[in-house]
């Protein structure tokens, strides 16, 4: 059986003013992908996209999930017989609130939740996850979910693939002047680790586009500007076999290497982490008010 995967990735144009007419023009772009295109299995859109962010008091939009609009998704995936990953939401669980990422499988059920493990401190003050978060897409693979700042620490997609994962789902909200730096890092993490890396971004006054698919070889193959578009793409799990039994271009079999050598990732920074020579010079994590500041 073929281990063939059709996505599409809808970057989208927001509405901040009123959050109704977003959940509307994603379940409507969503059906008329599926209809263009019935092959697609899986639809995901950019982080956020489904509530206020940035606004003040943006953590009173925070809800429990599920919720009334997760329940409209559930019927939509199931009306699409479609795996579906909304972007994410502002989650309230008690007295914390995690900016969290849902996946909905085609009978419309909750198969997995990932709360985002970094935070974009010290600007996005809520709470860290803690998990790794993978799922299964029977008799096809594995994937993984990571949410924009997520990008800039490797450990985190090292960890996901040394569960399984062979693509990497990314939904983001970014418009920050580093956005250059994180199109080369899909493609630098889907190189080093091996496996697809599929990013979608928002268009918004936070939100600047740009998303990008990459393969597991690090080939671009589709990248988007800064405009409204829809990247659709077949993806194929078995190329993520094929070049992690082989290696980049049948030339570096890394996971291989990886296993066989004798340090056996006992690597001081993941035993010692608190201990890092690096830590001793570097200040508190706050909001730098001036440049020439480092406490």
Same mark, same amino acid.
């Given at each position: 059986? @073929? ?17 109704d007419?977003?959940?509307?023009? /994603? ?10 295109y019935?092959?697609?299995?899986? %639809? ?13 008091g ?7 999930? =599920? ?48 709360? !985002? ?11 860290w996850? *803690?998990? /790794?978060?993978?799922?299964?897409? =029977? ?5 993984g ?9 490797p ?11 062979e ?18 890092? =899909? ?8 496996? &697809? ?6 268009v ?17 193959l ?5 405009k409204? !578009? %829809?990247?659709? *793409?077949?993806?194929?799990? *078995? ?8 290696g ?6 890394l996971?291989? @290497? /990886? ?10 920074? &993941?035993?010692?982490? =608190?201990?890092? *020579? ?18």
């Amino acid at each position: 059986m @073929s281990r063939k995967l059709g996505i599409a990735g809808l970057q989208l144009e927001k509405d901040y003013v009123n959050e109704d007419n977003n959940l509307k023009k /994603f379940m409507k772009i969503a059906r008329i992908q599926k209809k263009s295109y019935p092959w697609v299995d899986l %639809i995901f859109t950019g982080e956020l996209f489904l509530q206020h962010y940035g606004l003040d008091g943006y953590k009173t939009s925070a809800l429990p999930i =599920p919720n009334d609009t997760t329940d409209k998704i559930s019927e939509l995936a199931k009306s699409l017989e479609c795996w579906i990953l909304p972007g994410s939401f502002m989650e309230k669980d008690g007295s914390k609130i995690f900016n969290t990422s849902i996946v909905f499988n085609p009978d419309g059920k909750i198969v997995a939740k990932y709360r !985002k493990i970094f935070p974009w401190m010290p600007h996005e003050k809520i709470d860290w996850g *803690e998990e /790794f978060v993978t799922f299964d897409i =029977p008799d096809i693979g594995r994937i993984g979910i990571v949410i924009c700042y997520d990008l800039w620490f490797p450990e985190i997609f090292r960890t996901l693939t040394w569960m399984g994962a062979e693509v990497i789902l990314q939904p983001s909200l970014t418009c920050t002047s580093d956005r250059p730096a994180e199109v080369i890092l =899909p493609q630098a993490h889907a190189i080093m680790f091996q496996c &697809y890396f599929l990013n979608i971004n928002a268009v918004c006054p936070q939100g600047g586009g740009e998303s990008i698919f990459v393969d597991p070889e690090g080939r671009v193959l589709q990248k988007a500007d800064s405009k409204e !578009k %829809i990247l659709t *793409e077949i993806i194929d799990f *078995e190329k993520v076999s094929w070049v992690r039994q082989h290696g980049f271009y049948g030339l570096n079999p890394l996971w291989k @290497s /990886f296993r066989d050598s004798p340090i056996e990732g006992k690597f001081p920074p &993941y035993n010692n982490l =608190p201990d890092g *020579e690096i830590f001793k010079k570097l200040g508190k994590l706050t909001l730098q008010k001036n440049i020439r500041e480092f406490d």
